[in-house]
Nanobody, 113 residues
Framework: QVQLVESGGGLVQPGGSLRLSCVAS????????MYWYYQAPGKERKLVAV????????NYANFAKGRFTISRDNAKNTLYLQMNYLRHEDTAVYYC??????WGQGTQVTVSS
């Protein structure tokens, strides 16, 4: 049974940081490029970042460059998203995905003072 379970979301003040995690099971994690997406209220789901299978490359949406870092630990079947300098507009549900084929349930990030 394929599972992606996100955690680490929460309420943070503007300028703060959060680290999201996504634990994978039921498939060979290291065979998949892994993605973080976000979906703000009333908006469509959009890409945040993607990382290659070995973690040797990563790409970011423009809004995430310089603030967010995607990483993975294949030995732990875990994907991460370090988010720094958070802004109000980063408020959304964040989802991890394996090749846009498998999806987690999402974790809420709320940036508010």
């Amino acid at each position: 049974q394929v599972q992606l379970v996100e955690s680490g979301g929460g309420l943070v003040q503007p300028g703060g940081s959060l680290r999201l995690s996504c634990v994978a099971s039921g498939f060979t994690f290291s065979n998949y490029d892994m993605y973080w997406y976000y979906q703000a209220p009333g908006k469509e789901r959009k890409l945040v970042a993607v990382i290659g299978r070995a973690g040797s490359w990563a790409n970011y949406a423009n809004f995430a460059k310089g603030r967010f870092t995607i990483s993975r630990d294949n030995a732990k079947n875990t994907l991460y998203l370090q988010m720094n300098y958070l802004r109000h507009e980063d408020t959304a549900v964040y989802y991890c995905s394996a090749d846009a084929r498998y999806w987690g349930q999402g974790t809420q990030v709320t940036v508010s003072s």
